[in-house]
């Protein structure tokens, strides 16, 4: 079977790619197990200074799997997805993240918790949340408005608008962008170049511009509970099943 998430490590950078671009690299409980047991060695493996995700394909990633959403909802603290995130608000090393088409869902609550984000001129980043009957989550509530203002938050969250890869540079959600075949170079190129910077120094740096992580971390446990109780929701079953029918969905 292919590995759904494959990881390498290069000069002192490791490398997670989402790995299943037939199915736009959306996320299953497995993936995220892995990504959390790649990002947990990193933590403690001097050999790894920064840390780069990227996606297969045309997309970065679609978003957590909604067979997975509705088959196995992932609740509580040891849902894979769950620990993800944390490792996401715990990250001491640097995330730099490839944005290398569509990032839906966690694909772009991820990139609130990145330190550089470079997306290709193709990509194209959506929350669609409320579509789904969900709510936001990985802190995003919080740290969506607090980057690009409540009122292009409320369009990206409750319309489920896309952005563009230039829309999304002058909001500040990414930090540059980059024509489709230059991305990955780019990308690792900043990896490694972090990967050479003084260790300590930047982690401390990391830590003072993430501010209060707390407060980051308790508003991702109060979505985390109110996103949990959605996913038992006959709105989301709704909303899912008009997904895999290829139909609008019909909230009534
Ligand atoms: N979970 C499970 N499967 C997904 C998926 C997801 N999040 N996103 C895409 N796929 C699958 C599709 O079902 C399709 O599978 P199939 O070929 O077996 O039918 C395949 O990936 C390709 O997707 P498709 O919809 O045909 O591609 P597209 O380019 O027309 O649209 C998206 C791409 C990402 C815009 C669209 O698939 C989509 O809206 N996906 C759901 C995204 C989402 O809501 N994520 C969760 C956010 S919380």
Avoid: W
């Amino acid at each position: 079977m292919t590995d759904l998430v494959t990881t390498e490590i290069r000069d002192r950078v490791l490398t997670i790619t989402f790995n299943r671009a037939d199915k736009k690299n959306a996320l299953t409980h497995a993936m995220y197990a892995k990504v959390v047991d790649a990002m947990r060695a990193a933590e403690s493996d001097s050999g790894v200074r920064a840390i780069l995700f990227t996606g297969a394909g045309d997309s970065f990633t679609a978003g957590n799997d909604l067979a997975d959403f509705r088959d196995t909802p992932p609740l509580g603290a040891d849902a894979p997805v769950t620990q993800f995130l944390q490792c996401l608000l715990t990250a001491r090393k640097p995330l730099v993240m490839a944005v290398n088409g569509l990032a839906v869902g966690v694909g772009l609550t991820m990139l609130l918790h990145a330190d550089i984000v470079y997306a290709s001129e193709s990509a194209t980043l959506s929350a669609p949340f409320v579509d789904l009957a969900l709510v936001p989550e990985a802190a995003s509530s919080l740290l969506l408005p607090a980057r690009v203002g409540h009122a292009r938050a409320a369009e990206i969250f409750m319309l489920g608008k896309r952005v563009k890869a230039q829309e999304a540079l002058a909001m500040g959600l990414v930090s540059a962008v980059f024509p489709d075949g230059e991305l990955a170079d780019a990308a690792f190129a900043a990896a490694l170049a972090l990967s050479k910077k003084a260790p300590e120094a930047l982690a401390l740096t990391k830590k003072l511009m993430r501010g209060d992580l707390d407060v980051v971390g308790a508003r991702m446990a109060e979505e985390g509970k109110l996103f949990g109780e959605r996913l038992k929701s006959p709105e989301l079953l709704e909303a899912i099943m008009a997904f895999m029918q290829k139909r609008p969905p019909n909230f009534g």
